[in-house]
C-alpha cells in the first residue's frame, strides 16, 4: 500500500536550518509530483512547496521563496524539503503529499524557537 513516511523535524533556532525527508513506498515514486504542506496550531493546513515527477518543475508559498528548497531523489523515492533562515512563524507539523494518490504522512513536528 501506499506509504509516505516523514522524518527530521526537530527544535532548531530562528536563523537555523533544518532538512526534513519523506521516504515513499507502495506507487512508482518517480511517476508522481510531490507536495510538502504544513499545518501549525489554530491554523488551516497550507501547501508550503510542490516538485514535479522527474524534479524540473517546482513551486513554493510566498512566505518560504528564497528559504526553503523542495527536492526529489527517484533512485531513493525520497523527498526533501530544505529549511534555512528559519523564522518562529515556520513552526509546524510537516507533512508529505502525493495529491494525485490523495496519500499523505504522519507528518513531523518542525520548532522554531529561542
Request: glycine share 12%; hydrophobic share 30%; with cysteine.
Amino acid at each position: 500500500q501506499v506509504q509516505l513516511v516523514e522524518s527530521g523535524g526537530g527544535l532548531v533556532q530562528p536563523g537555523g536550518s533544518l532538512r526534513v525527508s519523506c521516504a515513499a513506498s507502495g506507487f512508482t515514486f518517480r511517476s508522481y509530483s510531490m507536495n510538502w504542506y504544513r499545518q501549525a496550531p489554530g491554523k488551516e493546513r497550507e501547501l508550503v512547496a510542490g516538485i514535479s515527477n522527474a524534479g524540473r518543475s517546482t513551486n513554493y508559498a510566498d512566505s518560504v521563496k528564497g528559504r526553503f528548497t523542495i527536492s526529489r531523489d527517484n533512485l531513493q523515492n525520497t523527498v526533501y524539503l530544505q529549511m534555512n533562515s528559519l523564522k518562529p512563524e515556520d513552526t509546524a507539523v510537516y507533512y508529505c503529499n502525493a495529491p494525485h494518490l490523495g496519500a499523505w504522512g504522519q507528518g513531523t513536528q518542525v520548532t522554531v524557537s529561542s
